[in-house]
Nanobody, 125 residues
Framework: QVQLVESGGALVQPGGSLRLSCAAT????????????MYWYRQSPGKERELVAC???????NYADSGLGRFRISRDNVKRTLYLQMNMLKPEDTAVYYC???????????????WGQGTQVTVSS
């Protein structure tokens, strides 16, 4: 089990950029961050939570169509931190962004096992 702490959310103008971070802290003995796929989700008011991007332990990535070409997921296994670089932000990107830890090293459809508390991203002029 691990605690995930997101940061980096802010109010930004359309066309702007943000980098979200998700640090893995307070993990149980034996937890190895680099061994797990990691995910970014988001949820807007009145909408279901949706997958934004995911990154396997081997470096494979998947992106939702909404973020293709604009978002980039990455990780620093030494710092045990996941990142989401978001460029060319649009008002429809406004949401609470959550990071989550997968249950395996691979990207799967299984529900992640651990979630952060979320960080608010607001895109508005």
């Amino acid at each position: 089990q691990v605690q995930l702490v997101e940061s980096g959310g802010a109010l930004v103008q359309p066309g702007g950029s943000l980098r979200l971070s998700c640090a893995a802290t307070k993990f149980t003995s034996g937890f190895t961050f680099r061994n797990y796929a990691m995910y970014w989700y988001r949820q807007s008011p009145g909408k279901e939570r949706e997958l934004v991007a995911c990154l396997s332990a081997f470096g494979h990535t998947n992106y939702a169509d909404s973020g293709l070409g604009r978002f980039r997921i990455s990780r620093d296994n030494v710092k045990r931190t996941l990142y989401l670089q978001m460029n060319m932000l649009k008002p429809e990107d406004t949401a609470v962004y959550y990071c989550a830890k997968g249950v395996t090293s691979l990207i799967t459809d299984q529900q992640p096992s651990d979630w952060g508390q979320g960080t608010q991203v607001t895109v508005s002029s």
